[in-house]
T-cell receptor
Framework: AQKVTQAQTEISVVEKEDVTLDCVYE???????LFWYKQPPSGELVFLIR??????QNEISGRYSWNFQKSTSSFNFTITASQVVDSAVYFC???????????????FGTGTRLKVLA | NAGVTQTPKFRVLKTGQSMTLLCAQD?????MYWYRQDPGMGLRLIHY???????AKGEVPDGYNVSRLKKQNFLLGLESAAPSQTSVYFC????????????FGPGTRLLVL
């Protein structure tokens, strides 16, 4: 069954430290999409990145970087030089096909709460 | 564009009461979703719709009903609220293009006493 696992429930780091959030997924689809979302204390869900299964290139956006490895079914997220504003809950998600209808839906991990201490 | 809006933002219900949560999007998206978020559980899909007049069950549909009479609106109903339905509810919409990402509403916080 399709599944997304974020084993780290909560991580605390001191400002300026680097931190990696892990995401492991399971899927039967050969074509799939992976996502990361940020949920700050205000509660809204903020889209960070989308990656399709055919693109294993790592991506960097400012202090954020993502490492996608199909061989280990992982899509990890690293924040370099963390800041207090990075404190949030981060969700990894997988887009799966509903084979009976050809439509798709999303499966979310349970989230990792990141606390960045000043 | 307002994007995805949810009404109400916060509501307190007594056990057994009914209510309807409204999700509206102005992006002409085909697909719409209702999720609930509980501590330590992430977002779990309640129901979804792939077009006007269609609905389908998600992971946790029991106790909820939905309707999509107009493309821009997706309603989530609780016929007889239970304390277990205390949660934060998020609505999302997306085009039929899987390359896109979901757009989320701001959430509705529901407390059932």
């Amino acid at each position: 069954a399709q599944k997304v696992t974020q084993a780290q429930t909560e991580i605390s780091v001191v400002e300026k430290e680097d931190v990696t959030l892990d995401c492991v997924y399971e899927t039967r689809d050969t074509t799939y999409y992976l996502f990361w979302y940020k949920q700050p204390p205000s509660g809204e869900l903020v889209f960070l990145i989308r990656r399709n299964s055919f693109d294993e290139q790592n991506e960097i956006s400012g202090r954020y970087s993502w490492n996608f490895q199909k061989s280990t079914s992982s899509f990890n997220f690293t924040i370099t030089a963390s800041q207090v504003v990075d404190s949030a809950v981060y969700f990894c998600a997988l887009s799966e096909v509903v084979h009976t209808s050809g439509t798709y839906k999303y499966i979310f991990g349970t989230g990792t709460r990141l606390k960045v201490l000043a | 564009n307002a994007g995805v809006t949810q009404t109400p933002k916060f509501r307190v219900l007594k056990t057994g009461q009914s209510m309807t949560l409204l999700c509206a999007q102005d992006m002409n998206h085909e697909y719409m979703y209702w999720y609930r978020q509980d501590p330590g559980m992430g977002l779990r899909l309640i129901h979804y719709s792939v077009g006007e007049g269609t609905t389908a069950k998600g992971e946790v549909p029991d106790g909820y009903n939905v309707s999509r009479l107009k493309k821009q609106n997706f309603l989530l109903g609780l016929e007889s609220a239970a304390p277990s339905q205390t949660s934060v509810y998020f609505c999302a919409s997306i085009t039929a293009d899987r390359e896109e990402t979901q757009y989320f509403g701001p959430g509705t916080r529901l407390l059932v006493l």
